[in-house]
């Protein structure tokens, strides 16, 4: 998992845990395998499953469930849950790898979303453009008062400064 996923899971249990800690105030260790329960079984919009299955490639049991049965454990026999729980591990790189893709579909649709809202600009060479101070300072360039010299490096020799390097910057193939 990637730093920022695991940050945003991080902070979204905190959140549920603040939310949950309101009504009951000083409980955390009480209320901490409530709030992860509820994250592991929540659907993610992203991926569409949760992620209990991603991991155990089987939905979890909510506790009600395995205190009362339901028709799903009356005609379940030992040996059928075993061919059932061989085909879904089976299956589950086949699930995972469908989840990958929604991720990616997802991404796309708000990368695009977001290079809608954004105006690039496009600059050709020649074109004025300001560069920020610290760009200038890296190249050696002066701060255009007189009487100040300009140094490429440490080691070279200063000189004095002349009027083209007092002026707007020509725009570059590049920006830094």
């Avoid at 992860?36 to 009600?64: D, M, N, Q, R």
């Amino acid at each position: 998992m990637r730093q920022r996923e695991a940050e945003y899971t991080n902070k979204t249990i905190i959140q549920n845990l603040k939310k949950k800690l309101e009504s009951a105030k000083g409980k955390w260790r009480e209320t901490l395998p409530e709030v992860l329960w509820a994250y592991w079984t929540t659907p993610k919009s992203s991926t569409e499953k949760t992620p209990f299955f991603l991991v155990y490639g089987a939905e979890a049991l909510i506790p009600v469930e395995v205190g009362e049965p339901i028709s799903r454990f009356w005609h379940a026999s030992e040996e059928s849950n075993h061919e059932a729980m061989a085909m879904a591990l089976e299956l589950l790189d086949e699930r995972r790898e469908a989840s990958l893709v929604r991720m990616a579909a997802q991404k796309q649709k708000i990368e695009r979303y977001y290079n809608m809202r954004t105006n690039l600009r496009y600059f050709e060479i020649g074109d004025l453009v300001l560069r920020k101070a610290s760009s200038s300072r890296a190249t050696g360039m002066c701060r255009c008062s007189s009487g100040i010299t300009i140094r490429a490096s440490d080691h070279e020799t200063p000189r004095e400064p002349s009027s083209k390097h007092c002026t707007l910057f020509p725009a570059i193939g590049l920006l830094s």
